[in-house]
C-alpha cells in the first residue's frame, strides 16, 4: 500500500503593507484545515503491485505487455468493491507511462511520477475517458463516443476509453459500438467493467480479453486491514479484524468503509465488542450455545439465548445467518476433519465445532441446513423477526430428535417382515410377533389390487371391543383398451378433467395395457402426459408409461370418432322407409340424433313388422308440423 496522502495547503500567508512576514500564529490560522478522505480512497491502489488477490490477471498482463501481445479491449467482471474501476485505471497508466525521464515505453510498474501517472490519478487526463453507462445508456451516447475514436490521442500513447457498468447499455447501443469494438483504430483501447457480466451480449464478450476478478479471501482482508490500521496509528483486536473481513464478504471496499467507521466508533480503539454492536452482531461463542442448546432439544434454554442476545442489539437474521454458516462448516468438518483446521477460526471455535460434529449426524446436519435456509426467508419477511426466529427454533429442536428417513424405512421393513413370518403373511391380532403386548400401533401387510401390495397402519384391536376393520386400496381393473381407459377416467370425479382431455385432444398412435403412445391435438394440455400418468397409476396401482410421439399421425380423436358413428348413424336411419317417408312429408325436418331404445338393440337385418329398424329411435327437428 501507498503512505498516507499528504496534503499542503496552497495559500500563503499575508504579511503587513510594507512586505514583512505575518507571524506564525497568522500563518496558522489562515492555512485551511486539510479534508478528511476515506480510507477506501485514501488507499486506492496505484500499481498492480498493490492490489490484493488478482495474481492471475496481473500475470497475464505482464506476458502480454513484455511480448507486444496486447489486446484491443478489456472486460474486468466481479462484485462490487473488488477493484474492477481501480484496475482499469491502473491499466491505463501502464499503457501510457513514458518513465521519469519522459522516454520509457508501456509497462507493468508504472512510474507514478510521470505527467500521464499523475494526470490519470488524478483523473483529469484528455486522452482517458471515464464513462458511467448506468447514467448514459443510449446510442447516441455511443455515437459521440465512435466519433471521438477517428482522432489520435492529443498527448498519450493510447486513448482509453473505461466504460463502467457497461451491462447497463441498451441493446442498441451495444449494436451500434461492434463495429468499432471489432476494428478499432491502433490507438484506441477499451476496458470495460460491470457486475453483471451475463447481461452483456455474447457478440461483445467475443471481441474482449475477460478477466474475472475474484472475492478477496477473508485471510487477505485481514492483513490488508491490519495494515490499514497500523497507518492509520489505529488499535484494533485480532478478532475485530476478522469480524469485518467476514462482512466484507469479499469486497475490498466494503471492509475498508467499514474499517473506517470502527476507527471513528472506537476513537482510534477499536475492540471486538465494538465492532459487534456496530455490525449488529451476536457473539460467535453464543451462536454456538445456541446451535447446541437447539439440536439437543433444550428449547427453553435456546429461547431464553435467542432473547438475551436480542436484547443487546442482535438481529435475528443475522443470527439466523450465523447458524446458517455454522451449520455448513459443521458439515464440511463432519465430511473432512482437516476442516477445522482453518486458520481464519478462533482456537475455541474450532474446539466447539470438533464437540458439536461428533455428536450430530449428517441425516440431521443436512435437514437443519434446509430448515435454517427456508427459515431465514420467513424472517427477513415477517412482521416480527424475533418471533419469526423463535418458532425457526422450536420447528427445528423438535426435528432435531426425528430419526432420519433411512431408519424409519428400516423400521417398516422390519415390522413388515415380522408381520409376514406371523400368520401366512397377516399381522396377528392379539398379541405376539414383532408386536409386544402394548396398545402401540403396528404394521399389517394389506394385498391391493395389480398385485401391488400397500402397507397400511392399524391400531392394535382392543380385546373388550370389536376389532377394527382396516381400510384397503381397491384398484381398478386393467384397461384393455384405449376406450375403455377413458370410461375408467371419466367414472372417477377427480380424473373427469383428464377424461375429457383424453376423449377430444388425443390421436392414439399405440396402445397397450400400462403403455401409451399418442400425439396431442391442438388445444392440449402441455402436461397432459404427465397428468395421464399420475391418473393412471393411482386408479390401477400399476405404473405406466406414456410417451408422445412426433412422427405418427395417429388415429382420430373419441371425439371424432364419435361424431362419425353419429353421422353413419343419421346416413342409415335416412335409408329407412319409414323415416324416409318422414322426411319426404316434412321438407324442413332433419335427423339430429339417432338412438335405440334401451333393451332394444337389434342385430344387423333384423326388422319389425313394419319394416324398420327405427321405431321411436331417432329425433327430428325443424319442421313446424311436428
Known amino acids: 500500500m501507498t503512505d498516507q496522502i499528504e496534503t499542503a495547503s496552497q495559500d500563503t500567508p499575508e504579511g503587513d503593507a510594507s512586505g514583512a512576514p505575518a507571524p506564525e500564529t497568522a500563518v496558522a490560522a489562515a492555512t485551511p484545515k486539510s479534508e478528511y478522505q476515506v480510507l477506501a480512497r485514501k488507499y486506492r491502489p496505484k500499481t498492480f503491485d498493490e492490489l490484493i488477490g488478482h495474481g492471475p490477471m496481473v500475470k497475464t498482463l505482464s506476458n502480454a505487455l513484455e511480448s507486444g501481445r496486447l489486446a484491443h479491449a478489456f472486460v474486468l467482471t466481479g462484485v462490487r468493491g473488488i477493484g474492477k474501476t481501480t484496475t482499469a485505471r ?11 525521464d519522459g522516454k520509457g515505453g508501456a509497462t507493468i510498474d508504472p512510474c507514478g511520477v510521470c505527467e500521464h501517472c499523475r494526470a490519470i490519478a488524478e483523473d483529469r487526463h484528455v486522452d482517458v475517458l471515464e464513462m458511467d453507462a448506468a447514467s448514459r445508456t443510449g446510442v447516441d451516447d455511443i455515437r459521440e463516443l465512435i466519433e471521438g475514436v477517428r482522432y ?17 447499455l441498451s441493446k442498441s447501443a451495444f449494436n451500434a459500438l461492434l463495429k468499432t469494438l471489432e476494428e478499432p483504430p491502433e490507438h484506441v483501447k477499451f476496458i470495460f467493467a460491470t457486475t453483471e457480466i451475463r447481461k452483456i451480449p455474447i457478440t461483445v464478450l467475443s471481441r474482449c480479453q475477460r478477466f474475472d476478478l475474484r472475492r478477496v479471501q477473508t485471510e487477505e482482508l485481514n492483513a490488508h486491514y491490519t495494515r490499514i490500521a497500523g497507518l492509520e496509528k489505529a488499535e484494533i483486536e485480532e478478532e475485530a479484524v476478522t469480524l469485518i473481513s467476514r462482512a466484507a464478504d469479499g469486497s475490498v471496499r466494503d471492509g475498508m468503509s467499514l474499517l473506517d467507521q470502527a476507527i471513528s466508533h472506537g476513537a482510534g480503539k477499536v475492540t471486538t ?77 474450532r474446539e466447539r ?86 396398545p402401540g400401533p403396528r404394521m399389517q401387510v394389506v394385498s391391493g389390487g395389480g398385485g401391488g401390495a400397500s402397507a397400511v397402519a392399524q391400531r392394535r384391536p382392543d380385546p373388550l371391543g370389536e376389532p377394527e376393520q382396516v381400510e384397503q386400496t381397491v384398484y381398478a381393473k386393467m384397461p384393455e383398451s384405449f376406450a375403455e381407459m377413458a370410461e375408467l377416467l371419466s367414472k372417477d370425479r377427480e380424473t373427469t378433467g383428464i377424461a375429457m382431455q383424453v376423449k377430444n385432444y388425443m390421436h392414439l398412435v399405440k396402445y397397450e395395457p400400462g403403455r401409451i403412445e399418442f400425439r396431442p391435438a391442438r388445444g392440449a394440455r402441455s402436461d397432459l402426459s404427465t397428468q395421464l400418468i399420475k391418473a393412471m397409476n393411482g386408479l390401477t396401482g400399476h405404473r405406466w408409461l406414456v410417451s408422445v410421439s412426433e412422427r405418427e399421425e395417429g388415429a382420430p380423436t373419441l371425439k371424432e370418432q364419435e361424431l362419425e358413428a353419429l353421422e353413419q348413424r343419421k346416413a342409415d336411419a335416412s335409408l329407412d322407409p319409414l323415416v324416409k317417408a318422414i322426411l319426404d312429408g316434412l321438407p324442413k325436418a332433419k335427423i339430429v340424433a339417432v338412438h335405440l331404445p334401451p333393451g332394444q338393440e337389434l342385430t344387423e337385418g333384423e326388422e319389425d313388422e313394419s319394416g324398420s329398424v327405427y321405431d321411436d329411435a331417432f329425433y327430428l327437428e325443424g319442421d313446424d308440423e311436428l
Open 152 to 168: 489520435r490521442p492529443t498527448s498519450a500513447r493510447y486513448k482509453i476509453y473505461i466504460i463502467d457498468e457497461v451491462h447497463m
Open 90 to 100: 491502473i491499466i491505463a497508466r501502464a499503457l501510457n507511462c513514458i518513465g521519469a
Open 353 to 438: 465445532g470438533k464437540e458439536i460434529a461428533a455428536k450430530l449426524a449428517m441425516p440431521q446436519l443436512t435437514r437443519s441446513w434446509q430448515m435454517l435456509l427456508k427459515g431465514l426467508e420467513e424472517t427477513r419477511i415477517a412482521p416480527s423477526p424475533i418471533q419469526a426466529a423463535e418458532m425457526i427454533l422450536i420447528r427445528l429442536a423438535y426435528a432435531a430428535e426425528m430419526p432420519p428417513p433411512g431408519d424409519l424405512i428400516k423400521k417398516l421393513r422390519q415390522h413388515m417382515a415380522n408381520a409376514s413370518s406371523g400368520n401366512g403373511g397377516n399381522a396377528p391380532q392379539g398379541g405376539g410377533n414383532g408386536g409386544g403386548n402394548g
Open 273 to 349: 465488542q465494538q465492532v459487534r454492536d456496530m455490525l449488529g452482531l451476536s457473539d460467535r461463542s453464543r451462536i454456538f450455545d445456541l446451535f447446541d442448546f437447539t439440536m439437543k432439544g433444550e428449547i427453553n434454554e435456546a429461547l431464553e439465548l435467542l432473547s438475551a442476545q436480542y436484547a443487546l442489539g442482535g438481529d435475528p437474521a443475522v443470527m439466523l445467518q450465523d447458524m446458517l454458516d455454522l451449520t455448513h462448516w459443521l458439515t464440511r468438518v463432519k465430511l473432512s476433519p482437516d476442516a477445522a483446521n482453518d486458520p481464519s477460526v478462533s482456537q475455541i471455535e
